[in-house]
């Protein structure tokens, strides 16, 4: 079952405020992990590892680096679940 | 063939620490190496650490952590009869760390051997250390993990120079008559000899490399299961621990795994902070601070979680003395 864009935002936020205390409202999809939202490696981490129970996306470690916005995981997720 | 006779079961009848004198903190780093406090503190969760002399070997430390143990147990070095010294960082490979440390405790001619199980390595020994007093294989055991990881860090690199550091933790393991009073549960470990490559030194004269990430997230994902499975098969609900004394890897590591246990009641160790990462001495360690300090009540259940490289991990629920 294909998840909305929307839906997997709302998601993602619900993780990263579990995980690094970020309140879901300012996860938009413009944010950048690093400089808006002050989000480490180790968090980022944390995010993939919560993103795969909730979504059943795996993102491993090299595509993790890449992954710099918020938008850049929406997308992620959604191509990644497409093709699974 | 004649055969031991065992005993019931066994428990921790004390506890001993070590740290060395010299403190390192994270602006002395920062002095030498791209990095700062505030860095340090909120990805690893340290403060401080202890390095040893240039003098100040991995026996040295062992016999001071044991000399402590051994003294509260109030026993006498007579009555021990095996040695194990879990380490990683020995000066050299022969002779073994455990036959030195024996003698200079004045412990006559016990068996003695070292144990390499990296950060794993205490709750490994202390698995072998309690299955040798069931069998009868031994009476009562000194047990200390001891580590001189400074030894063994580039310090001019960041991601490794900020975490390692030096100490012992030792305990006494005897016999209890009574299986009611045993005090050291079913070990659940295992190892991911796949992940090798993850921390590692490369030869003889080459220092710790790790990747970080990747064990990050291999401590985080892997260990609360087997954590969980250390207390089903202790039969002591996690929601009744008193402490949680995992291996001082990383305090995010530690509050990850917490959080992933359920064990609200818990104690959480956080040595790290002014220990630093001290590998097979970490879980001992941190505990004979916790029980110096009073924080948690003689016969109270504890879960210990050793992990590192291998990879290698262990898990078990005790009783403090």
Redesign the interface.
Known sequence: MAMTDQEILEGLGEIIDEVAGVPADQVTPDKTFVDDLDIDSLSMVEIAVAAQDKFGVEIPDDQLKDLKTVQDVIDYVRRSSVSA | MRLTEGAAGARILAFGGYQPARVVTNDELAASVDTSDEWIR??VGIASRRIAGPDETVADMAVAAGGKALAASGLSPGDIDLVIVATCTPEVQIPNTAAQVARRLGINAPGAYDMNAACAGFCYALASASDAVRTGTAGNVLLIGAEKLSQWIDWTDRSTCIIFADGAGAVVVGPVTDPAEAGIGPVVWGSAGDMADKIYIPDRNGFIIQE???V??WA??ALHPVAKKACQRAGVDPADLAAFVPHQANL?IVE?IARRLGAPQALVADDIVTAGNTSSASIPLALSRMLERGEIPSGAPVLLLGFGAGICYAGQVITVP
């Open positions: 909120s990805r970080g990430q990747a990050f997230r985080t994902t995010r990850a």
